[in-house]
């Protein structure tokens, strides 16, 4: 089964690793601390400018009042309408061109110190304004001034570099395919000081856009009409330059916007009195002309009597021709296809209609605003000239309606004054003569006053003209910056640098595929483990003796103790040693192992039966006569005859593998094997077979009938965790008797050997 994983965090484990890496931590706590000193010493503080704007509301009546109309066009509330106008392109570039940000400068002031200077600067750059408005690319100056004053200047578009002037005295001229720029000096540049400058120069949309991402608009609260312009910037200056450059551009288009209306109305109004006028004089005229012709002094005065009765129905008369005539003049406006989307005159005396206009004009602005940032075919553009038409046809059905019922009016007020005048038979055919001509010249007179007024109004509004944003704040800077200070970075730094060593030794322990520790493979699989060897630089395949208190040797007797608790029983003293794959120490721990075991005054016998590979005779550098495999082959050979003695240990006897044979396979499972293994128990104490990698071949399960334990070599850093699945299925499905785990290669801790010093070499 799958191995359990504990829940308990082995704290001090941990901490013996960090410990163990204590140079990571020395090299990112020094590496990052130079790092954030670095960053803290090239950063600029970073302050928060900041601007309040509240916006005016029109008081609205009649139809505009009825607020469920707009809801039913989709339309937003007004501060969100104002704040897409006071963040749109149109008004950014405005300002970028009033202010000059499209051309950005920066100093040198010394390592790792530019400084951004605004709005004072020691050297620019000075071409015309259309290159500004065409240009497509950036362009960085790079001007480096001596003390002489000769400038080496270099200009690229992009990384393409459009002009190279060397020793140059200012003003320079550079042409390019751009244009021509000029670089000189400034009035804030100090004469014979030399210095390192940077201009970049871009074009008005394009700063416009960095307006955009700089420039944070925002409702100060759900309920409120207040705007709150923000900007975070490295210099203050800039940043208030730029807020209250916003307001006054959005306050300058509010007032063009709302005298839009006005000066439509003064326009129509002197057009209408310009034609008045002229039909005034013209009664006037007339009048004049009958008098003279027919001698009549005072005709008034001779009918007055006659004609009082009828003076209410006349005044009357004069009223509605008057208001008829306004409201055919409105309704020659609206049909005028030239004045589909223009602002409609607001001269009409009726209380229904002029709110149905109102709307009416408010929609046309509202048409105005979309226009002026939206595209052609904009769906928002579309759906409001929509809206428009709809509107336009229903005051104008409005207009001929009232148009109508003004005719219908003045014509029961003739009939009532021809009833009146019936009456006044004995009056002369002259004096009724007058008094028609007398009253078309009332007429005019009175519409001729009428449009005085409304261009007096007119007047008053153009001059009373207010910004739709109120300023309740220019703008200010918080005193404070809002970037982090330099010890705070400082801080950062150490503490990133602190965390990076655990954070990349655990990132190392999830990515990697092998394994540096015993402590893992016991996490890894149930195999119990039999003990750990450290690295050995040595150099020498035998390492154990009896006067060697190093911690190989020290590692090599533990596991010797373990793995006499494994056999249990005397009787079993078989112990075969394999691994997964090649190069993981198999022969090294089978004789070493071998060695321990007979410190303890035990004959101990170690046989070769990695037959394909063998390489048991080199690393004891003997060359016996025989081996296992021609033993196998041949029957003139005895048993003595293959067994070679070791003479830095008497009692470790060596069985070498022999020749590799063509059929290793039916060798190692031969009868014969079986006999020499069970004369060999009768011999020695402990038999140590070296045997093939059960990774590679399949000679080591054929042997398993020989042996009474299995030690399993994985060696650290080289063995993968795909290979210790393998001999976990291995121990799992039982196919090796009394399977242990030894893990070689492991690095030297302290507490081996127990203290004692390592071996002295001689």
């Known amino acids: 089964m799958a191995k359990k994983k504990s829940d308990f965090i082995d704290i001090k484990a941990i ?214 312009l923000g900007i975070r910037t490295i210099n203050p200056e800039y940043g208030i330059d730029v807020l209250n450059q916003v307001i006054e551009r959005y306050n300058l288009r509010g007032i063009a916007e709302k005298n839009l209306q006005a000066q439509k109305t003064a326009k129509f109004i002197d057009d209408r009195l310009a034609i008045i006028t002229g039909d005034l004089n013209e009664a006037e005229s007339t009048i004049q002309q009958y008098k003279e012709d027919r001698g009549i002094v005072d ?12 003076h209410t129905y006349e005044a009357a008369l004069v009223n509605a021709e008057t208001q008829a005539e306004v409201v055919k003049m409105t309704g020659e406006f609206i049909s005028n296809p030239e004045n589909a989307y223009a602002l409609i005159p607001m001269t009409v005396d009726n209380k229904s209609l002029q709110d149905g206009i109102k709307l009416y004009n408010e929609t046309v602005l509202k048409r105005m605003e979309i226009a002026a940032t939206a595209k052609p075919g904009n769906r928002a553009l579309v759906q409001i000239d929509a809206q428009i038409g709809a509107m336009r046809d229903n005051i104008a059905t409005s207009v001929k309606r009232t148009y109508d019922n ?10 009532q004054v021809n009833s009146a005048s019936g009456q006044l038979g004995n009056v002369p055919r002259q004096e009724r003569e007058f008094l028609n001509m007398k009253r078309q010249q009332e007429v005019k007179q009175q519409l001729y006053l009428f449009l005085l007024e409304k261009r007096e109004e007119t007047a008053m509004m153009l001059a009373n003209a207010v910004p739709k944003g109120l300023i309740v704040d220019e703008a200010y800077t918080l005193t404070e910056p809002v970037s982090i200070g330099k010890k705070m970075i400082l801080l950062i730094a150490l503490f990133i640098g602190l965390c990076l060593p655990p954070f990349v030794l655990y990132l ?95 004959r101990v016998l170690i046989i070769g039966m990695d037959i394909r590979k063998p390489r048991l005779a080199e690393y004891f550098n003997i060359h016996p006569r025989f081996g296992l495999t021609q033993y196998l082959s041949s029957d003139s050979i005895t048993l003595d005859s293959l067994i070679v003695n070791d003479p830095r240990i008497a009692s470790l006897d060596i069985i070498t593998a022999g020749p590799i044979p063509p059929n290793p396979a039916e060798l190692l499972a031969s009868k014969k094997l079986d006999e020499m293994m069970a004369e060999l128990r009768e011999r020695y104490d402990y038999i140590i077979i070296d045997s093939a990698p059960v990774g590679m071949v399949s000679d080591t399960f054929t042997l398993d009938r020989l042996a009474d334990a299995t030690v399993y070599v994985v060696r650290a850093n080289y063995t993968s965790r795909s290979d210790l699945r393998f001999a976990e299925e291995i121990y799992r499905d039982h196919r090796l008797k009394k399977l242990t785990v030894a893990v070689n290669g492991t690095a030297t801790r302290r507490g081996y050997g127990y203290g004692y010093g390592e071996k002295k070499k001689s």
């Open 299 to 310: 005709v008034r005065a001779e009918a007055q009597y006659q004609t009082g009765k009828q």
């Open 15 to 228: 901490l013996r690793e960090y410990a163990s890496k204590w140079y990571w931590f020395v090299i990112s706590i020094a590496v990052c601390g130079a790092l954030g000193f670095v960053y803290a010493k090239i950063k600029k503080p970073v302050y928060a400018v900041n601007a309040n704007v509240i916006i005016s509301q029109d008081n609205k009546g009649g139809m505009a009042a009825l607020g469920s109309l707009g809801d039913l066009f989709g339309s937003n509330s007004k501060v969100d309408d104002e704040i897409f106008v006071i963040s749109s392109h149109s008004v950014y570039r405005d300002v970028a061109k009033d202010l000059g940000i499209n051309k950005k400068h920066y100093v040198k002031g010394g390592f790792l110190n530019t400084k951004f200077l605004y709005p004072d600067y020691p050297l620019d750059v000075v071409f015309t304004p259309a290159i500004a408005d065409t240009l497509r690319k950036g362009i960085t100056f790079k001007i480096n001034l001596d003390k002489n004053g000769l400038a080496d200047i270099t200009a690229k578009a992009g990384k393409k570099e459009i002009a190279d002037v060397k020793d140059s005295k200012l003003p320079a001229t550079l042409t390019t395919d751009f244009g021509v720029f000029v670089v000189d000096t400034t009035a804030a540049y100090v004469p014979g000081k030399a210095l390192k400058s940077t201009v970049s120069i871009i074009s008005y949309d394009l700063a416009a856009e960095n307006l955009a991402k700089e420039v944070a608009a925002s409702i100060a609260s759900k309920r409120s009409n207040a705007i709150r």
């Open 508 to 602: 190392r322990k999830v990515l990697r595929t092998k394994f540096d520790t015993k402590e893992e493979v016991e996490d890894l699989v149930d195999v119990p483990v039999l003990g750990e060897i450290c690295q050995d630089r040595s150099g020498d395949s035998l390492v154990v003796s009896a006067t060697d208190t190093s911690s190989t040797t020290e590692l090599f007797r533990l596991m010797r103790s373990n793995l006499l608790f494994v056999l249990g029983d005397r009787n079993e003293k078989v112990i075969m040693v394999t691994s997964t794959t090649s190069g993981e120490g198999k022969s090294f721990v089978s004789i070493n192992l071998a060695a321990t075991l007979s410190l303890l005054d035990k």
């Open 406 to 415: 003004l005719q219908v009016g003045i014509r029961d007020i003739r009939r």
